[in-house]
């Protein structure tokens, strides 16, 4: 079993998220990247907090972003009639513009 790299425990910060280990909230690591500052800088900053933890964040922050984004489709149609549960709202906000290549005309889609 791998270690945790982040804890959210009431008794930590009111609950939000930090380092295992530590009382440095991940969203002091966002803030420095943010702010163009090195995580050598972060690091120095935060000596309580390990650079493979940092690392092993910014790993699950890159797979878990990668793994929702949708894949690419030349065959935008009949990937949209594919998704569950897709209302006309959510459609036509999904429809590429008029001037795009997967574009399709609303009223020939069948439904």
């Given at each position: 079993?791998?270690?945790?790299?982040?804890?959210?425990?009431?008794?930590?910060?009111?609950?939000?998220?930090?380092?295992?280990?530590?009382?440095?909230?991940?969203?002091?690591?966002?803030?420095?990247?943010?702010?163009?500052?090195?995580?050598?800088?972060?690091?120095?900053?935060?000596?309580?907090?390990?650079?493979?933890?940092?690392?092993?964040?910014?790993?699950?922050?890159?797979?878990?972003?990668?793994?929702?984004?949708?894949?690419?489709?030349?065959?935008?149609?009949?990937?949209?009639?594919?998704?569950?549960?897709?209302?006309?709202?959510?459609?036509?906000?999904?429809?590429?513009?008029r001037n795009h290549p997967?574009?399709?005309?609303?009223?020939?889609?069948?439904?």
């Amino acid at each position: 079993m791998t270690k945790a790299l982040i804890d959210r425990n009431p008794g930590i910060l009111g609950g939000i998220p930090v380092f295992a280990g530590t009382r440095v909230p991940v969203k002091a690591l966002t803030d420095y990247l943010e702010k163009g500052e090195t995580i050598n800088e972060f690091l120095d900053d935060f000596p309580s907090v390990g650079r493979q933890q940092v690392i092993g964040f910014l790993e699950e922050a890159r797979a878990a972003v990668v793994a929702r984004v949708r894949p690419r489709s030349r065959d935008f149609k009949n990937y949209l009639l594919a998704m569950p549960n897709v209302g006309e709202d959510s459609l036509f906000a999904r429809m590429p513009a008029r001037n795009h290549p997967d574009y399709i005309n609303p009223a020939s889609r069948k439904l």
